[in-house]
């Protein structure tokens, strides 16, 4: 059997999905012959699910069907905490980094950094393109390693003069403690193995959870936009967008809020199922309706980035998938999320309007 599918999906029972895809359904069956589909494999069972637990940081949840892959680097002690906030010398240090970055200073950057040779301006020039603010910055970090003191993970959003909403960013930097005690971002180079860690630690204590975060947020605000450039930055295959349907189905949204996430690990074509609940504001009203969501998130392996998946899978990953969304845990988020649209829809006459127009245009087609 050979089949495409979508797989950014809806996991959750009717009045969730009211104002998700249920009513705005994504077609299940690609008709795109562009991209050749792979052989589906057969599962030999329904794989189990035990005792979910829902990772932020390095828990593991047993879901796994098949044999995990041991990492080739394993994690050190110091990269797998939890995240904290910056002391103050770092935090100052990487607020100013980064603001004379987007200011495309580049005098004022290269004082920060440990080697101003490996600042390229031209860079830093391109990156700064059309950027009018920087908002919403949030500083992490967790002790480093090789010289490195802090590691530093960031997030912002970007406001562009030619894109109509904001771009959520997540970045990374390695800060040095000097002998005077002062601390600058290290530019040289490191070496193969200490990248590989450092690329391993964005995938535990919070990380994570932090660069998948940041993802969906920027593509919850390109599929507002329809922006088709920055929804292509989101997607491991941009083949399977669908830009008419994103279209329709974020026509009436106005913003989200609240978001909240539950990272389980992945199987075959991804690395991670991430469950998101949030808020969605229709323009017909001043209650944020609650939805659910999963995606698939597969991360580049050179440098740790998270994409969300779009593409074929096989019968063992659906099997799989069906497994995690039938478990308690994913079951009660579900149930939570159903019993807070209720409320919404009975608190808000417009929301509760509109979501009856939905359902009576949906049972009409």
Known sequence: MKFKRCISAICSSALVLGLSFLLFPQPNVFTDTS?????????????????????????TPDTTPTPPVTPAVTFLPLLTGDLKAPISGVSDLVTAYITAYYDNNYEAASLLVT???????????????????LENLELYSK????????????????????????VPQFSEYYVKRMPDGTFLIQTIPFSDETTEVFTQARQSGGAL????????????????????????????????LDLNFIDSR???????????????????????????????????SETGAPCMESYYIKVD???????????????????????LIQSDKIQELAKQTNADMENALMSDDDLKEFYQLLVSNSSEE
Do not use: W
């Open 35 to 59: 991209v050749s589909p792979t052989e589906a494999v057969t599962p030999t069972a329904t794989p189990s699910v035990n005792e979910l637990t829902g990772i932020s940081a390095t828990a």
């Open 115 to 133: 080697d101003a040779s490996h600042l390229d301006a031209s860079v830093m020039e391109s990156d700064c393109k059309n950027v009018e603010k």
């Open 301 to 323: 392996k050179s440098t740790g980035v998270p994409s969300i998946y779009l593409g074929i899978t096989s019968l063992d990953t659906d099997a799989y998938c069906a497994a």
């Open 250 to 284: 974020y026509s009436m949204t106005e913003y989200f809020t609240d978001y909240d996430f539950l990272i389980y690990n992945g199987i075959n074509e991804f690395d991670y199922v991430a469950f998101v609940t949030h808020k969605e504001k229709i323009v017909f």
């Open 143 to 166: 002790p480093g390693i090789d010289g490195v003191f802090s590691i530093v993970y960031a997030t912002y959003s970007l406001y562009y003069s030619d894109i109509q909403v904001s």
């Open 209 to 240: 959870e932090l660069a998948v975060s940041t993802l969906i947020r920027r593509y919850h605000n390109a599929c507002l936009a329809v922006n088709e450039p920055l929804l292509k930055q989101c997607v491991t295959n941009s083949d399977y």
